[in-house]
């Protein structure tokens, strides 16, 4: 699987890459990604307008943001603005490892 983070924090990029390929997943982050399979992006630094942006740039692959858990209009946000999933901050690295190791 092939997946793309869009974040540009340095430390939570370089931990969910590492967890990611340690879980069998190809992992970007540039700005100019091949076709992911999944795309990863930070709501917390990205705003929901990347939702939108990467829905019309990839509309064929799966769309999963996170963002801080207290704020919960931004995760529905998110959701309305084309995201496939939407989970907390702590919850990000479990899910894409999830989805890698099953195989989608």
Same mark, same amino acid.
């Given at each position: 699987?092939?997946?793309?983070? =869009?974040t540009?924090?340095?430390?939570t990029?370089?931990?969910?890459?590492s967890?990611?390929?340690?879980?069998?997943?190809? !992992?970007t982050?540039?700005?100019?990604?091949?076709?992911?399979?999944?795309?990863?992006? =930070?709501?917390?630094?990205?705003?929901v307008?990347?939702?939108?942006?990467?829905?019309?740039?990839?509309?064929?692959?799966t769309?999963l943001?996170?963002?801080?858990?207290?704020?919960g209009?931004?995760?529905?946000a998110?959701?309305?603005?084309?995201a496939?999933?939407?989970? !907390?901050?702590?919850?990000?690295? =479990?899910?894409? !490892?999830?989805?890698?190791?099953?195989?989608?």
């Amino acid at each position: 699987m092939h997946v793309h983070l =869009d974040t540009p924090d340095l430390m939570t990029r370089v931990r969910l890459e590492s967890r990611w390929r340690s879980a069998g997943a190809s !992992v970007t982050s540039s700005q100019a990604p091949e076709q992911p399979d999944l795309v990863v992006v =930070d709501l917390g630094s990205r705003g929901v307008e990347a939702v939108s942006s990467w829905r019309e740039r990839c509309p064929d692959a799966t769309i999963l943001a996170f963002g801080p858990h207290v704020e919960g209009a931004m995760l529905k946000a998110a959701r309305q603005a084309g995201a496939d999933e939407v989970v !907390v901050r702590g919850k990000v690295a =479990d899910r894409v !490892v999830a989805r890698v190791e099953a195989g989608s």
